[in-house]
């Protein structure tokens, strides 16, 4: 049995991978949003030159807003991408087309798109519908650090 153990970041390394990682492209015809974000996954995963694997990359969560979020693993999937799933969210699909993208950029672009909002946390990214509190009750202590974006401001960047 594989234990998954939520990796712990910085703001700043969160920032920093976001805004220097560049997609060469990025494209999707109709597809689901959980299949959008687990592209760019590990995507950002292949294209990180951190050379230690356990730093590679970021983990992102979709999560819901009440007490039914159970967490389940995308089919096929490494121990580390792992999803709290909002089916309503995840499965809402998204035709895109970009070529050398800040991952920061696509993110974005993917979060205004399928209508969700997006935070920075000590846990890595974390979706949430857009107006929903970033982190559900019971997730233990994952730090909310900054919303990149959110519906009601349209927050952006990594200043």
């Known amino acids: 049995m594989v234990v998954w153990t939520p990796q712990q970041y910085t703001e700043q390394e969160i920032s920093r991978k976001l805004e220097s990682i560049v997609l060469p492209t ?9 299949e959008v974000i687990y592209f760019l996954q590990v995507r950002m995963f292949e294209l990180d030159p951190e050379v ?14 009440d007490a039914a979020a159970d967490p389940t693993s995308v089919p096929g999937s490494q ?3 792992r999803f709290k799933y909002d089916d309503d969210i995840a499965t809402r699909e998204l035709t895109l087309s970009k070529k050398n993208v800040r991952a920061l950029d696509l ?10 909002d997006v935070y920075l946390t000590s846990h890595g990214i974390y979706m949430v519908r857009e107006g929903g509190e970033p982190i559900p009750e019971g997730s233990g202590e994952v730090k909310v650090f ?12 990594t200043e």
């Open 26 to 34: 990025a494209w999707f015809d109709k597809c689901p949003v959980d």
């Open 52 to 65: 230690d694997p356990v730093r590679k990359g970021i983990d992102f969560h979709f999560t819901r807003n």
């Open 79 to 81: 121990a580390r991408f």
């Open 107 to 116: 993110l974005v672009d993917i979060a205004q798109r399928a209508r969700i």
């Open 146 to 157: 900054r919303a990149i974006r959110k519906a009601t401001d349209e927050v952006r960047g």
